[in-house]
């Protein structure tokens, strides 16, 4: 439901704020690939196969895996 939706991103900006963002350096990204590559191919994953709704395929979400994967594939 849309309310309920509305109240989860309520909750979350609140908790985000004061909360400092920071770009890490480039010493900083071995140590975080891992974890980035799984959620690139966690979002196409739920594209591919989604896990609600009407539809199984989900193009916008494995076109923005595809997107964050050529991007990774520049910064590396």
């Not at 900006?13 to 004061?18: E, I, N, P, R, S």
């Not at 966690?42 to 076109?63: H, K, M, P």
Request: proline fraction near 4%; aromatic fraction near 8%; charged fraction near 20%.
């Amino acid at each position: 439901p849309k309310a309920t939706i509305a109240q989860r991103i309520v909750r979350a900006k609140k908790a985000l704020t004061g909360v400092a963002f920071e770009v890490p350096g480039r010493a900083d990204f071995p140590e975080r690939l891992s974890a980035v590559l799984s959620v690139i191919y966690l979002v196409f994953n739920e594209g591919y196969s989604a896990s609600s709704g009407q539809t199984w395929i989900r193009d916008e979400l494995c076109s923005e895996a595809l997107r964050l994967g050529r991007v990774l594939a520049v910064l590396a």
